[in-house]
């Protein structure tokens, strides 16, 4: 009977998703402001220290649902990737900006600051905050990586994106 027991806990607990904490979701209504989080993968990454190419708008009808928010995609192709593994794609911390959890909080980011390290993406807040977390990316995912798990649970950002306004995904 323990072991029918321990058997049933480890399937209830496998069964159950392990979706990371809230989203960071601007007054878009979308995960990170309606731009594709796919395409970052096809997209050239600059050296750090140059700003990167901008990220690619999602369309408002090729949509998927994912850790309690709406993911925008440019193409359906795209969406289909999402859809396979969702936690590749999704940016770290829940969407919020890398260098602010570094720090110990949580953040927005903007679509637009981001990078692409050891096959994960991270996103910043500020140009200004890029430059800090492109000082040291090593050392700012460890820090972030060691606050994360303290963190996590508290509510998803209520701010807005400073010096960003997204118009959210393209309508057709």
């Not at 649902?65 to 925008?72: D, I, K, L, M, S």
């Not at 110990?104 to 390290?117: E, S």
Request: proline share 8%; aromatic share 12%.
């Amino acid at each position: 009977m323990k072991r029918f027991a321990l058997t049933l806990a480890a399937a209830i607990v496998l069964a159950v998703p392990a979706f990371a904490g809230p989203q960071y979701v601007d007054g878009t209504g979308f995960a990170v402001s309606g731009y594709d989080v796919v395409a970052y993968r096809s997209l050239d990454q600059v050296p750090v220290g140059q700003p990167q190419h901008e990220g690619v708008r999602g369309k408002a009808d090729i949509t998927a649902e994912y850790n309690g928010a709406t993911w925008a995609f440019a193409t359906e192709e795209n969406r289909a990737k999402f859809l396979e593994n969702p936690a590749y794609y999704a940016p770290q911390y829940d969407g919020h900006c890398a260098y602010g959890v570094s720090r110990g909080g949580k953040v927005p980011a903007n679509p637009n600051l981001w990078r692409i390290v050891d096959d994960k993406l991270y996103l910043n807040i500020t140009d200004v905050v890029v430059g800090f977390f492109e000082e040291d990316i090593p050392g700012n995912i460890n820090l972030a990586e060691g606050n994360w798990p303290g963190i996590e649970p508290s509510d998803a950002s209520t701010n807005v994106i400073p010096k960003f306004t997204s118009e959210g995904p393209v309508s057709n």
